[in-house]
Structure formats: structure tokens, C-alpha cells
């Protein structure tokens, strides 16, 4: 299913660092963020999240246990931000599908929300991505409602904190002239063009 942005932008010289075997090993990458969410606007960047699978002597390294002796690098995650390229910007995180599964097993909010995300959503996944995908119910625990939980408060109380009180002045905006708070970012700047009302913000 489509092309891999990531190899894409590898090709064009954007993802300096990243090693070139980790862009041909992607099985699965998902815009998510505010364009999954339907709630992006004109400037939004584009957040991609991949999944590759690295080498197998990283996977599966010879003469080495996890948690016994000195650590070993290996292939983790990879990030990049704010990449300009063809007239979008891109936010990229690339996990190793070991460190993935853990994270997933966990029910860690992030991971499990990108296993959910719409189909249209999905911009490249091979056969490995579509068994993922397939099988994500699996991740699915008790585990769910701590960690959700957890994740709800933590960002209501990043919302009601002094950092973000113009939230309560939008809300107030919104109230005070009858406008949803459902609507997109692009479908309110063009209700308040619309009514002329950009002076009063």
C-alpha cells in the first residue's frame, strides 16, 4: 500500500543520520497527530511514524542476553523534525518494530492510538504493516484504562495550566458568538472571517 514517504525523503537528501538500510526495513508508516485527528488546519506539519525492521544481528545479536553484561547500541528510534519538503513540512519518528511491540504491550497511549488510525491514514505498509494492523486487537488490555487514564489527566492538566489560559478566551469567543467547538481550525478562521469578526480575537 503506496510508497514510503521515508525512503522518499531519504532519496531526496532530507533524513541526514538515518542509516540507509533503516529507510528500505519500513513496513508501516501513519500520519498521526492533528491530521489523524481531523483537526488540522493549512500549516500543519505532517507527523509520520514508521516502523522498520532492522538488521537481524540487531534483532537477534549473537552472544548477548538483554539486561545481562554491557549494553549494546542498536537501532532504536529515530527522529526528525520541521523537514520542508514539496510544499509540506514533516515531523518523523521511526521505531524499531521490537521496541514498537513493547511499547504496544504496554498500552502505551501513542502506540496504540497509531495502530487505530484511519485507513486513509495509512500512506505505506507491506505485508508485515497489514498483519499489524490485522492483529492490533491483540495489544488490547486491562492495561488500557491506567494508562489512558493517566494520559486523559495529564493532558487536561496541561490544559488548564497557566501556559494555556487562551484556551478559556477561545472558548469564551466561541460561547459568546454561537460558534461549535467541533469545527476544524480552518472552518473557525473562515466562520470568523465570514462575520467579520477577526478584530474582535
Known sequence: MGSSIVKELYEAGKLTGLPKYIANAMHMEIISGSVAYGTSGTVSDWDIVGICIPRKEEIFPTGYIEGFGKKRNRFRTWQKHHIDYKEKEYDICIYNIVDFFDLCMNCNPNM??????????????????NLIRENRS????????????G??????????????????????????????????????INEIKRRNLMAKI
Open 138 to 149: 491483540i495489544f488490547l488490555s486491562k492495561l488500557c484504562w491506567p494508562r489512558f487514564k
Open 151 to 188: 494520559y486523559a489527566y495529564s493532558m487536561l492538566k496541561k490544559l488548564t495550566s497557566k501556559k494555556h489560559k487562551g484556551l478559556d478566551k477561545l472558548r469564551r469567543f466561541e460561547f459568546d458568538h454561537n460558534i461549535s467547538n467541533d469545527v476544524t481550525f480552518d472552518e473557525l
Open 112 to 129: 496504540i492510538s497509531y495502530l487505530y488510525v484511519p485507513d486513509n491514514c495509512v500512506l505505506h505498509s507491506t505485508q508485515v504493516g
